[in-house]
């Protein structure tokens, strides 16, 4: 039988959420040897310093969005990351690409692998959604049509085959009304200069 300290501990778990962090686990009356004694007993995974994720919890293939969303709130996926989640990309991206505010402290993570970009603070929220990184969780991630657009705007960073081979797909996927909010999102972030044309020769 479980002891009355293994009892209080699985209680004061199956009270978090799947992800949850050390500040979570000490609302939760948690200690830190409680944490690293679970660890060790393979009944949650430490997926980034201060994140947990409990090994109950549903399988995920996305725990890296959810250790760098969790660990920076603030975030959005962007990039790359956002590329290939929108499936307008085959590769698989080394680290996860999020964007944060213009002038907001930017996030300190070594595990996993991040790319951090800043965006201006006027236009950093067009175009966010939620994207279910496992069951019940999301993270925000910049919609298909606006990774597309920062794919163009970022294109020399990113690589112009990347960049057009994700206009290409997108505009394949999404048809005539895909155009259509391309070129709303481009206005908004006055990139039509850089869409309009890209858009027309993609479709020539």
Known sequence: MPSTDDSRLEQRLAGLPPTFTAAQARQALLSPRDLAASV???????LSRGVY??????????????????????AVVCGESA???HE?????PAAVHIAVPRGSRR???????????????RTFPIG???????????????????????????????GETLALAALG???????????????RIARELDALSVIRPAVEAVLA
């Open 53 to 74: 994720r409990r090994a109950d919890a549903p399988e995920t293939a996305h725990a890296d969005l959810l250790a760098v969303c969790t660990r920076a709130p603030r």
């Open 169 to 183: 797909r997108y505009l394949r996927s999404s048809g005539r009304g895909g155009v259509g909010e391309l070129q």
């Open 88 to 92: 307008l990309i085959d590769d698989i």
């Open 83 to 85: 590329l290939a989640l």
């Open 107 to 121: 996030p300190a993570i070594s595990y996993p692998p991040v790319v951090i970009a800043q965006y201006a603070a």
């Open 128 to 158: 966010i959604e939620p994207f279910q990184a496992a069951p019940g969780e999301t993270v925000p991630v910049y919609s298909a049509a606006r990774s597309v657009v920062d794919a163009m705007r970022h294109r020399h960073r990113l």
């Open 40 to 46: 060790r007993e393979g009944t949650i995974d430490e």
